[in-house]
């Protein structure tokens, strides 16, 4: 009798046992691929740019993980007027550190911002679908602690020069 309930059910205690040990490593490897990706999530703040001309308001994506700095804004085919990335590092970058411009479709002014986001320099950057080599290097020729992207002009526009101020709000995740 308890032979043939086993036969109709179709599972011993070895093919349950298998079951729950796969089941329990995807569920596993799930919640680990899911705290990977969450840790990318680009988190997003308002910024003000302060100038003697007056407050300018940014939404800003922030890159902070070196992927994120690394993807940067590749691969756009256009920014809001008034947005921008922030590139943010743990530690001060050197004069000599560069950012490029490989697959990315648009033009953009960068500033480089000590550590109290006061201006130190701001270059523009043309648009490079190259390939990697072909690509120009532009380096921040001063030492950094983060760095905004936006669109080519925009800091022209607005009158804002070195010495001015980047202020920015606290880091707001997207919803999940």
């Not at 569920?27 to 899911?34: N, R, Y």
């Not at 800091?155 to 010495?163: D, K, L």
Request: net charge negative; aromatic share 10%.
């Amino acid at each position: 009798m308890f032979q043939r309930q086993q036969r109709l059910v179709g599972f011993d205690r070895s093919t349950t046992r298998k079951s729950i040990g796969i089941l329990a490593l995807f569920l596993i490897g799930t919640a680990l691929i899911t705290g990977m990706i969450l840790r990318q999530a680009t988190a997003f703040s308002s910024g003000v740019l302060h100038a003697k001309e007056g407050r300018y308001s940014l939404m800003l994506e922030v890159a902070s993980t070196s992927r994120q700095r690394r993807n940067g804004l590749m691969e756009r085919d256009s920014l809001a007027p008034d947005a921008g990335m922030l590139f943010v590092y743990d530690e001060e970058q050197t004069t000599d550190h560069a950012f490029w411009m490989y697959q990315t479709r648009i033009p953009l002014d960068i500033a480089f911002l000590d550590h109290d986001g006061e201006i130190q320099s701001i270059t523009s950057m043309a648009p490079c679908t190259r390939e990697k080599e072909a690509c120009p290097r532009y380096p921040a020729g001063t030492r950094f602690w983060m760095a905004l992207e936006v669109n080519a002009g925009y800091f022209n526009e607005h009158g804002i020069a070195a010495v001015d101020r980047l202020e920015v709000d606290p880091l707001q995740h997207p919803p999940s």
